[in-house]
């Protein structure tokens, strides 16, 4: 059941119930939301933003969305399904993130990949413990794309909210600092404190300044790196506020000069495409302050970008079709001798 709006599914997919393990554990990614925003620090609205996610888009809600360069149907292919929102009551926030964390174990452990469409940042906590707790404790690196560090001690004197999950996180030892990876981080934020702690836990930050010197590409392929050494998985959880405000104009904590909405897609594609992913988050998305909808049709695009990834790497390794599975542009492109930027094999 959704908590805000009419029980409707992620693009139309199939709906199941978490009571009913057999009603999702041949799926290979599960939607679920996650509609909480008790852990914002400025504007709020985005306990909205899993009904938002779900049902942003022209197209037909038919549970079914073929890519159109990598010839997948990441919906078809995964037997993607949809379990409604987890009740994440306001005021409840400790509650509400064991009940998260519990759905996404519950998920992890069955098989599918957890894909918990957000709600405030403050989710993460519950995401990634929750799939920690299946792959293995310190054994899940995390890359994060946010505008933000999420690393703070406290946020207005509690432990929990979405300035602080990423350091309860490495404080528990779900996550490794060593193993975790920043992108698009800029502004005025952390403090010298802050970031004093960051560096101590081998954090790597990629701001958005290294972004411009280097190249988004280069960067993703250091932070990749990183994260399948001694690692045994990945988390990809991402801040829809990496992108420039201009483009997702939707959000709390607005933090001008950011990502393109191209350069997030094409990298969460790559994350997905590239890594063992083994559960997704996409948050801080807040209809309120959206302009004509387009923070909300980034995230939607940006979930199914991360899910033909995943589509396309399953394809890939189990040898069946692999070429077709790279879509007819970019078979087009390799006739004419040309590489298709932003595609590899998977690692």
Not at 127 to 153: C, E, L, N, P, Q
Not at 256 to 268: I, N, T
Not at 331 to 339: K, N, S, T
Request: charge should be negative; charged fraction near 25%; include cysteine.
């Amino acid at each position: 059941m959704n908590m805000y709006g009419p029980d409707v599914t992620f693009a139309g997919v199939a709906s199941a119930d978490l009571e009913d393990r057999a009603s999702f554990a041949g799926a290979g990614a599960v939607i679920m939301g996650a509609p909480f925003d008790g852990g914002t620090s400025h504007r709020p609205g985005c306990r909205f933003g899993p009904q938002a996610i779900r049902v942003t888009d022209y197209l037909p809600h038919d549970g079914q969305r073929p890519h159109l360069s990598l010839g997948v149907d990441p919906l078809v292919e995964l037997g993607v399904v949809d379990v409604g929102d987890i009740e994440m009551l306001p005021g409840e926030i400790e509650v509400s993130l064991g009940r998260l964390e519990h759905a996404v174990e519950q998920v992890a452990r069955s098989g599918p990949v957890p894909v918990v469409l957000g709600g405030d940042h403050t989710i993460a906590l519950a995401d990634v413990t929750g799939v920690a707790k299946h792959v293995g404790w310190g054994r899940v690196s995390v890359i994060h794309f946010d505008a933000h560090a999420d690393t703070a001690d406290t946020q207005f004197g509690s432990l929990y909210g979405h300035g602080t999950p990423m350091r309860r996180l490495i404080e528990s030892g779900a996550a490794r600092g060593d193993r975790f990876l920043q992108i698009g981080l800029r502004g005025y934020w952390p403090d010298p404190d802050t970031l004093a702690w960051m560096a101590g836990e081998g954090m790597r930050c990629f701001e958005m300044t290294e972004i411009g010197e280097r190249g988004l590409d280069a960067c993703l392929t250091e932070a990749f790196a990183i994260a399948t050494d001694d690692c045994d998985a990945v988390f990809l959880s991402v801040d829809i506020d990496v992108v420039d405000p201009g483009s997702a104009p939707g959000t709390g904590t607005p933090e001008p000069g950011g990502l393109s909405s191209r350069q997030l897609l094409d990298a969460a594609r790559r994350v997905t495409m590239e890594l063992p992913v083994a559960g997704i988050d996409v948050v801080e998305v807040s209809p309120p302050y959206d302009q004509a909808e387009i923070t909300a049709y980034l995230a939607n695009r940006v979930v199914l970008e991360a899910l033909s990834g995943m589509a396309w790497r399953r394809r890939a390794r189990s040898g069946r079709d692999a070429r077709r599975a790279q879509g007819p542009l970019l078979e087009g492109r390799r006739a004419e001798g040309q590489r298709p930027e932003g595609h590899r094999p998977p690692a």
